[in-house]
Nanobody, 121 residues
């Protein structure tokens, strides 16, 4: 089992920044690909970014490229999502997830409880 706890969400004005953190416990953190997903009201959960086990490769949703940065610290069992130039359409509950491989959202094995991000215009 892997337990994931997100933090860092909140209310921010458009153009502002937030940094989300996700602390992992349980199995060996460095064995897992880590991802961030989000779900806005009335919409399906969507992929935002993922980072490979060693942190060498990252991948982003097109609409967040250049604004969001995913990173991880395997010594601290933590993955981060730095979000800059936030837009109202970024408003959603953001979830951290862990999986052995990159896969579609429904197949990721472990999920956090989510943290709310609200961007006001």
């Amino acid at each position: 089992q892997v337990q994931l706890v997100e933090s860092g969400g909140g209310l921010v004005q458009a153009g502002g920044s937030l940094r989300l953190s996700c602390a992992a416990s349980g199995r060996t953190f460095s064995n897992y690909v880590m991802g961030w997903f989000r779900q806005a009201p009335g919409k399906e959960r969507e992929f935002v970014a993922h980072i490979t086990r060693g942190g060498g490769t990252t991948y982003y949703l097109d609409s967040v490229k250049g604004r969001f940065t995913i990173s991880r610290d395997n010594a601290k069992n933590t993955v981060y999502l730095q979000m800059n130039s936030l837009k109202p359409e970024d408003t959603a509950v953001y979830y951290c997830a862990a999986n052995i491989v990159v896969d579609v959202p429904a197949r990721w094995q472990y999920w956090g409880q989510g943290t709310q991000v609200t961007v006001s215009s």
